[in-house]
């Protein structure tokens, strides 16, 4: 069981959008920042938010991030084929004394 | 450009030892944090642990602690994990990633090591 707690999955047509939660606890989000990944099994995981809402050199401003208290949420809006991948918020954990991730959620475009 | 190349594909049998890589280059080495991730098969990135460049500084996932080492050597810019004792449950992919600080977001990864365990 993940320390960060994701839906398992999402969908939606290609053109909508969708939100992504992340929920954690005052020990990891509460005390540090969020950063979101998005992966194909196999390949590197690609940093697409940091610091809670900055998009890295590259990133479209369709997807932006968010953080409120012990939560977070990474929006998708007008999906893409190529949106279809994995996504995973983090953050450090002050009491584990190492990084933690969500379950990860798979998002699927219609 | 950052480029963080990792050593590739291992099959090992259970009770083997086993040192994969990770090397970094085009930026410096030193005054960074190396993360380990694990991904077993079907399932989602797990933390294994840290360790800092500069003073090989480790900090382990409980789930990890005791089953791997991590080193680092920056005559050559490479870190390393290590399996003394290989178990069929370590089959999957490991990832490894850069940080300039604990807490900071990990933006350059490698491309993956694929390990298979079996008895």
């Known amino acids: 069981q993940s320390i960060l707690t994701q839906p398992p999955s999402v969908s939606a047509a290609s053109g909508q959008s969708v939100t992504i939660s992340c929920s954690g606890s005052?020990?990891?989000?509460?005390?540090?920042?969020v950063s979101w990944y998005k992966h194909l099994p196999g390949t590197a995981p690609k940093l697409i938010i940091f610091?809670?809402?900055r998009r890295p050199s590259g990133i479209p401003d369709r997807l932006s991030g968010s953080k409120s208290g012990t939560s977070a949420s990474l929006h998708i809006s007008g999906l893409q084929i190529e949106d279809e991948a994995d996504y995973y918020c983090e953050s450090w954990d002050t009491r584990l004394g190492t990084g933690v991730f969500g379950g990860g959620t798979s998002l699927t475009v219609l | 450009e950052v480029q963080v190349v990792q050593s590739g594909e291992e099959v090992k049998k259970t009770g083997e030892s086993l040192k994969i890589s990770c090397k970094v280059s085009?930026?410096?080495?030193?005054?960074?944090?190396i993360g380990w991730v694990r991904q077993k098969p079907g399932k989602g990135l797990e933390w294994m642990g840290v360790?800092?460049?500069?003073?090989?500084?480790?900090r382990y996932s409980p789930s990890f602690q005791g089953q791997v080492t991590f080193s680092a050597d920056t005559s050559i810019d490479t870190a390393f994990l290590h399996w003394s004792d290989l178990r069929a449950s370590d089959t999957g992919f490991y990832y490894c990633?850069?940080?300039?600080?604990?807490?900071?977001?990990?933006?350059?990864w490698g491309q993956g090591s694929l390990l298979t365990v079996s008895s």
């Open positions: 005052s020990s990891n989000i509460g005390s540090y920042y």
């Open positions: 610091e809670n809402r």
């Open positions: 990633a850069t940080t300039d600080r604990i807490g900071g977001a990990w933006t350059h």
């Open positions: 360790i800092y460049s500069t003073d090989s500084d480790t």
């Open positions: 085009g930026h410096s080495f030193t005054d960074k944090w």
